[in-house]
């Protein structure tokens, strides 16, 4: 009884010793995913217990329990001062403390008001997986398991791309929520009931890690537009199904075309067969993001012309090989390369082989 009262007065004492700061900036939930997403420097904190840290975490974040304070200080110090650390706890009051030690000790610090709980309630996502718990060597896993890519339109709307898993995307713009390849079962299992209702839904094809009813029926919404090929569209049971070559104007900022998304390879032919499937190209307020879908190197990559953003498959024994992926970017020259859908396969090697081409190639976390 006597060492519960005492835990009790130092979490009293502890969660009321720092108040909100002139000099701690704070944020809403939505300000903290999307100043995080465009600052490249950024490291996320999680200063919960272990176990509520293991119970649900934004991706990529490290975890040091602020209750353990002499442990917190200690681990804080090695930190890395170069970082702006954006730090978060349930409900914002144990962040708060945090990032007064914190900033106390040197480091640039924002705190998220309301904690993963304003997060959770505005529907973002949190992982199960990931992350790293007390350690501090954090900064190429950050890189590589970042949550989102922040893009800037030529007239200087905001593009912010999330990259759920797999062949899954989710692309927030203009206002509206798209949504590409929606899947629930495929691990890491993904509950799109928590995320925000979608405005569009464009399916490649029908493949079990591409096509989901049930991931569409928990993202729709009267007068969502549901966009795929022939075979995606009867499967779900309604859409607009796009051929090869076809386009549609989603939006007076947004228009979609459907291209061509096959296998060449003969060992390959019958995964994915010419003229079934789609790849698509988003056009986004003049912005041009390529989504290739299941494919290989094909010749109608040559007519893409250059676009800005480029998604393209290396998973074998599927699709396209690290080899066929760069060779594959340097036909089609994007500003801007992410190598997705790849399973086991190292795409490590891809950002090697098209070292010094221009081409930004950026390796996220797909499963």
Known sequence: MKTRLLNFFFLFALLTSCNARDDIRQMSASEFRDAVAGDSSAALLDVRSAKEYAGGHLASAMNIDILQEEAFVSKAKSLDKSKTWYIYCRSGRRSMRAACLMKDLGYSVVNMEGGITAWEKAKFPVTTSGGKISDNSQSAATDRAKASDTFTTRSGKTVVISHIKHGSLRITACGKEIEIDPV?????????????????????????????????????????????????????????????????????????????????????????????????????????IYIAGDTEPIAEMEALESPDIAFLPCNLPYTMSPGQCAAAAQTIKPSVLFPYHFGETDVEKVAEMLHGTGIDVRIRSYR
Do not use: W
Request: net charge neutral; with cysteine; hydrophobic share 35%.
């Open 184 to 288: 629930t079962a495929l691990p890491p299992r993904t509950d799109y009931s928590k995320l925000p209702k979608a405005d569009y839904i464009l399916i490649t094809h029908t493949h079990h890690d591409h096509c989901d009813k049930t991931a569409v029926a928990a993202l729709q919404k009267p007068g969502t537009k549901i966009v795929g090929n022939a075979d995606a569209v009867k499967q779900i049971g309604s859409g607009t199904a796009l051929r090869n070559g076809e386009n549609l104007q989603l939006s007076s900022d947004i228009s979609v075309e459907a291209v061509a998304a096959y296998n060449t390879s003969p060992e390959k032919l019958a995964f994915h067969p010419k003229g079934r499937d789609n790849g698509y190209v988003l056009t986004i307020d003049g912005m041009r």
